[in-house]
């Protein structure tokens, strides 16, 4: 699988590289957080990230004064699992260099989106990247075998928090997992053991060959 670069044009339909943002205090707090054994780990809004200087800027530069959070999705992954989207773009720092695997959602037919259309990107470390409402995505990957990964991940508040009570009415609500997260599981994934919707054709992509 060929990696590219977040610089690279096939980037431009996913995302953008956000410039001008100090994120060097975001970056710093953000190695203080332990990593918690060897699977992934996220968190939707931590405290001590909201309270960074960069705060001010993405809330009000980048998501133009709409309320935001900032969590963190950290541990040890190579692989695809699950891809996810939602109604707007998130923001990703990460403290050490990281790879997206991206697709879009354009590209789910009938209901289901093949592996094959998977993109991946390597993302430097202490850059913003904006992942477009329209790219789906998931966890981020590490660059090394067991390299860990440390990746900020800014939304509108009350993102990926608990799931609104509704009557599901379509396929598409039946993907909604918690709020502002509609959720595409690989049928090998521990999300789809869990009761997730299987969305995901083809093979669950492992980058560990590739990096």
Not at 2 to 20: A, H, L, Q, S, T
Not at 186 to 194: F, I, L, V, Y
Request: glycine residues 10%; proline residues 4%.
């Amino acid at each position: 699988m060929k990696i590219y670069d977040v610089f690279d044009p096939e980037f431009r339909d996913y995302g953008k590289v956000i410039e001008n943002l100090d994120v060097d205090d975001l970056v710093g707090r953000m190695e203080t957080i332990p990593f918690r054994g060897e699977g992934v780990s996220y968190e939707p809004s931590i405290a001590e990230l909201e309270g960074c200087a960069v705060f001010h800027d993405l809330e009000n530069r980048v998501y133009g004064g709409m309320p935001i959070q900032i969590g963190m999705c950290w541990g040890h992954n190579t692989k695809l699992n699950c891809l996810e989207y939602h109604r707007d773009s998130e923001i990703n720092i990460g403290t050490s260099e990281f790879v997206l695997l991206l697709a879009k959602e354009g590209e789910i037919v009938n209901g289901k989106l093949d592996t094959a259309m998977v993109k991946a990107f390597r993302v430097p470390a202490a850059l913003a990247v904006e992942v477009f409402a329209t790219s789906l995505h998931y966890a981020p990957c590490g660059t090394g075998r067991d390299a860990g990964f440390r990746v900020a991940i800014v939304l509108p508040k009350g993102t990926n928090t608990e799931l609104p009570a509704f009557e599901p009415r379509s396929s598409e609500d039946r993907l909604m997992t918690a709020r502002n997260k509609w959720l595409l599981a690989h049928k090998d994934s521990a999300e789809a053991a869990g009761g997730a919707a299987v969305v995901l054709e083809g093979d669950n992509i492992d980058i560990a060959d590739f990096i």
